[in-house]
């Protein structure tokens, strides 16, 4: 008897190659953790009380991007200089 996976398993694999196929597309630019971050990582951590990895996120974007995409609600009432939008992942601009 065959067994079949949970359909919850197959879409989060799904949601994996999607993921993958994004982050490797022509239009996103993976950005390094330069000494220019890291600086705004300290400062960001001790005036903003965001987790470790929150941090580290802001303060990569803040060295490069203009626009900064979240999921987290938390992030709307933050001013982090050097980015000057944050966007939900829907695209609206907070």
């Known amino acids: 008897m065959a067994t079949q996976r949970p359909k919850k398993r197959c879409a989060l694999a ?4 999607t993921w ?3 982050f490797s597309s022509q239009e ?3 950005l390094p953790f330069t000494m220019e ?3 705004r990582y300290s400062m960001i951590r001790a005036e ?3 987790s470790q990895a929150d941090a580290i996120h802001l303060a990569t974007a803040a060295a490069g ?3 900064f995409f979240t999921n987290d609600d938390d992030f709307q009432k933050l001013v982090i200089s ?4 944050f966007a939900d992942l829907d695209g609206k601009v907070i």
């Open 14 to 17: 799904r949601g994996k190659c």
């Open 20 to 22: 993958k196929k994004f």
């Open 28 to 30: 996103v630019e993976i």
């Open 37 to 39: 971050a890291a600086g």
């Open 48 to 50: 903003m009380h965001v």
């Open 65 to 67: 991007v203009d626009l």
């Open 82 to 85: 050097g980015i000057r939008f």
